[in-house]
Nanobody, 126 residues
Framework: QVQLVESGGGLVQAGGSLRLSCATS????????MGWFRQAPGKAREFVAI????????YYADSVKGRFTIFRDNAKNTVYLQMNSLKPEDTAVYYC???????????????????WGQGTQVTVSS
């Protein structure tokens, strides 16, 4: 059974930082591209970042580029999202997702992803 479990969310002031973690089990982690998405109240789920299964390539939404960093530890079957310079508009439930195995192209579309976590709330106060 595949499981993705996010943690690290919370309440932070604008300008602050958080690091989200997504621990996985039941899949060959190193064969999956791992993405982060978010969904704010009343809005559609949106792409945040993805790291390729090789770990060599990363892609970011324009809204988070330069502030967020995605990285992975294949030994721990975990993907992370380091979020710096947080803004109130970053407030959302953050989800990790797995796409694979061995996908040849990356996708910002949530329907392309095979497995999802339950989400973790991030709230940024002004």
């Amino acid at each position: 059974q595949v499981q993705l479990v996010e943690s690290g969310g919370g309440l932070v002031q604008a300008g602050g930082s958080l690091r989200l973690s997504c621990a996985t089990s039941g899949l060959t982690f190193s064969a999956y591209a791992m993405g982060w998405f978010r969904q704010a109240p009343g809005k559609a789920r949106e792409f945040v970042a993805i790291i390729w299964w090789t770990g060599g390539n990363t892609y970011y939404a324009d809204s988070v580029k330069g502030r967020f960093t995605i990285f992975r530890d294949n030994a721990k079957n975990t993907v992370y999202l380091q979020m710096n310079s947080l803004k109130p508009e970053d407030t959302a439930v953050y989800y990790c997702a797995a796409d694979g195995p061995y996908e040849s192209t990356w996708s910002p579309h949530s329907q392309e992803y095979d497995y999802w976590g339950q989400g973790t709330q991030v709230t940024v106060s002004s």
